[in-house]
Structures are given as structure tokens and as C-alpha cells.
């Protein structure tokens, strides 16, 4: 009789002490969560500032002079036809460059409407997105003139909050 | 006389057994539960590191410096593999432990970045600077990551070289007053005793026994602060970015066409000469043809970059 009191309540002990450690655990994997998502907001907070300035978005040389936060939109066209190659190369759920001034109607460009349009998704944005204003630059051929057109845009690039 | 003795029944045998496998079993649990808090500690702060990456890269072609300090002695592991399209920067984090480096297996890949370091750096603080790399065009910014306690003396460089690093204030970057136990960067083979040594006829830097070849300031540093193995396998990776940014530039040549703006750039004699190198060596044979490729974007009508 003594022998199976003890047994249950080392049962009972033994579960106690599972549940607490579950508990534990719980708690530790809820916080991995939240860091993974802080690293993802700080990633992209961090990235939307200096990704203008990539090589794969830059102006460079090419509107007269280096440009800081100047995004040559003819190159970034090239990068949309070439997104499959860089995948995960940001470390980022979307990114995508939209027309602020002159304000358009948010038609998405592609191929055959480029430059005649407002929204560039390189990366169909998923989860929340954070912005930064930039130039949009490009060379346009007006009355047989080539001249440099650069319009107010946004950059937005998105991450996914883990939960 | 009676003897009266401890009387070990079965019912204390049965306590003892269970309570060990308990105890046994919580232990088990808490060891288990630590080293997965510091994995996850090590993979946080390799991701951090690589978050904090992300302001170095430049605008125009400067160098910057950050100081980057962690809580406890810490070892970063520096590893590049390339495999894929552009290849991976790779980071693992050790940190001391009662006086005991504790090895993860979290590896932190990043693609777009480019480390040069020895195998691991170690210490609780660390000098980040990094440089774009042109070739001709921006490619990217190089990272170099070396630790506060080593000291890299650039006492007899070339003016540029030391105007540039004066200009950095990195602390263990000296320029003068070099003391003993600093790395001794030698540019010219005068009777000092040499750790590194850079040939700047031959774009070459030698070090520990092995030769590697530069082209660029940028990649001569990156020479000078990394091991061979790490370096050779960047210069892969960077090959590999130039070529997928000609591809850029070959399709903006062709949108441009149709607006009347063509550039004239060859591009296509160029990608040929950069799928061909496989190692920094084969870098130097590039020369003629990237300041042609620069002197031709400059005449356009239409510059590419």
C-alpha cells in the first residue's frame, strides 16, 4: 500500500516538474519569436536607408555626378527581370519603389508600360513595410533629345513578424 | 544481545531509483534548455552583426569605421562558401563561458555581404571598416572585421594609403609610433622584419607563405586583413556579383536602345573575362580591359553606371 502511494506521488512530482519545465520552455520559445521579429524590424529598418545605394538600385555616375538615395529606375527594371536569381539576397519578404510626386494612379509596371507607370514590385511585399523617400531617376527621350527625369519616389521594403 | 541495523527495504530502493531518474532527467532538461538559450544567443548576435552591416554600405568612395563591442569575450568565425547564384557570408558566434569557449552549430549566412578576416577574430571588441569595391562599377562594399587587439602597422605604405587610413581613426590601424607587437605591413622589403607584404608592381600580398593578387585598394586590403582560403573564395563570390550586375547592365543598355540612347559599352567581351577567373591571380589580367570598359562608359551618351 505504502509502495503505491509512493509510486503516485512520484508520478505526480515527476509530471509537476514536466508542466514547470514545459512552462519554461514556453516561455523561452515565445521570446526566441519576438527577437526573430525585432532582428527582421531592425533588418529592415537599417536596410531601407542604405538600399538606394546598392549597386543593384544606385545611380551612380549616370544623372550627372554621384547621387546619394538616387534609384536609376532603368537598372531597377533590369533587376525586376533578373528577381528570380535574387531571391532571399536581402534578407527581406518585399521590396518595392513607388511614384510619390508627380502623383499617379499606382499603375504597376512591367515590360511593356515601363516608364508609363507608378509602382515597381521587385519583391510582391508581404508583412509590414517600411519606407524612405528617394529619386527615381531615368534618361527620357523627349523630341528626340535625351534628358534626365527624376521624380519624388518611395522605397518600401517589407518583413514578416513572426508569430 | 540485540542488534538493531539501518533496514533497507524495497520501498526505500524503489525511492532512491526513481528519484535519481528524476533528478537525472531535470538536470538533463536544464543542461538541454541552456545550451539552447545560448545557441539561440549565438545565432541573435551573429544575425545582429550582419543587421549592423547594413549602414556600411557607402555612397561615394569612402571608407568608414565602426567600433562593434560585445558583452563577453567572443570569438566570430568568419566562413565563405559559393555555392548559388552570388554565394554566402558566413557567421558563427563563440562566447566565452566560465572561462570555456562554448562551440555552437548556428551558422548565419548572408548573401549579400563580404567579410575579410582571418578564421576567427577574437577579443570583445572589434573594428568594422569597409570599402567599395569598383570594378569598374560599384559591386559592392567590403567588410573588413579584425580585432581591437591586434595591432596592424602601415608605417612605410604609400602616402594615399596612410592619408586614408589617418582619415579612418581606427584605433589599431597605426600609421606611426607602431609598437612591438604590431602586424608589420611592409610596402617596400627594407631591412624590417615583415608579417605581410605588399608588391604593389605586382599586385601582390604575401602572407604566412602564400601569395594572393589584388586589384583595386579595396581588395588590397582585403588581402592584407584575411587568410587565403577566405579570400580567394570572396573573390569567387565577387566575380560572381559582377557578372550578374553586367547582366543588369546589358538589359538597361537594351531600354536605353529603344529610347535612342545606346552606350556602346562592351559589356560582352568583359563577362567573358570575368566567368574566366577562378582565382585572385587571374584578377590582374583584368586590368586593361576594365579601364577600357571605364574609358567607354565615360564617352557615352548614355553612361550605364
Sequence with gaps: MKIQQMAFMLIAVTLFFVLVGMFFIMILFSNVKKSASLLEEQNALLLVTKLANSPEFSCQNVFGGPKINCIDSDKVMALKSNINKYSGFWGVSGIEIRKVYPEGSRIECTSENYPECDEIKLISGKGTGIGNFVASCRKENINNLVQDKCELAKIIVYYEVKK | ?305
Design chain 2, 1 to 305: 544481545m540485540e542488534k538493531r541495523g539501518f533496514e533497507f527495504s524495497f520501498g526505500w530502493l524503489f525511492a532512491i531509483i526513481v528519484g535519481a531518474f528524476i533528478l537525472f532527467l531535470a538536470i538533463y532538461g536544464v543542461t538541454r534548455i541552456l545550451d539552447t538559450g545560448r545557441d539561440v544567443e549565438s545565432a541573435k548576435t551573429g544575425k545582429e552583426i550582419g543587421i549592423l552591416l547594413n549602414p556600411l554600405e557607402t555612397s561615394f568612395e569612402t571608407a568608414e569605421s565602426v567600433l562593434l563591442t560585445m558583452p563577453v569575450e567572443t570569438r566570430i568565425y568568419n566562413r565563405c562558401e559559393e555555392e548559388g547564384f552570388f554565394g554566402r557570408q558566413v557567421i558563427k558566434i563563440s562566447q566565452k563561458s566560465f572561462n570555456k569557449w562554448k562551440e555552437t552549430d548556428i551558422d548565419i549566412g548572408f548573401k549579400n555581404k563580404y567579410i575579410f578576416s582571418d578564421g576567427f577574430e577574437e577579443g570583445k571588441n572589434f573594428f568594422i571598416f569597409s570599402k567599395p569595391f569598383e570594378f569598374p562599377f560599384k559591386v559592392t562594399d567590403l567588410v573588413y572585421l579584425t580585432s581591437i587587439k591586434k595591432e596592424y602597422c602601415f608605417a612605410d605604405a604609400s602616402d594615399e594609403v596612410k592619408e586614408e587610413l589617418e582619415e579612418l581613426k581606427q584605433g589599431n590601424l597605426l600609421v606611426e609610433n607602431c609598437t612591438e607587437k604590431s602586424i608589420n605591413i611592409c610596402f617596400e622589403t627594407s631591412g624590417r622584419e615583415c608579417d605581410v607584404i605588399v608588391n604593389e608592381n605586382l599586385k601582390s600580398v604575401k602572407k604566412n607563405a602564400s601569395i594572393v593578387y589584388y586589384e583595386t585598394d579595396a581588395l588590397m586590403y582585403a588581402a592584407i586583413f584575411s587568410d587565403k582560403g577566405n579570400y580567394e573564395c570572396q573573390i569567387s563570390r565577387l566575380m560572381k556579383r559582377t557578372d550578374e550586375l553586367l547582366n543588369l547592365y546589358d538589359e538597361k543598355n537594351s531600354i536605353l536602345s529603344g529610347r535612342a540612347c545606346s552606350s556602346n559599352v562592351d559589356l560582352i567581351s568583359f563577362k567573358s573575362i570575368i566567368n574566366d577567373i577562378q582565382n585572385s591571380e587571374q584578377l590582374v589580367g583584368a586590368t586593361a580591359e576594365l579601364n577600357e570598359l571605364e574609358i567607354q562608359n565615360d564617352r557615352a551618351d548614355c553612361k550605364l553606371w
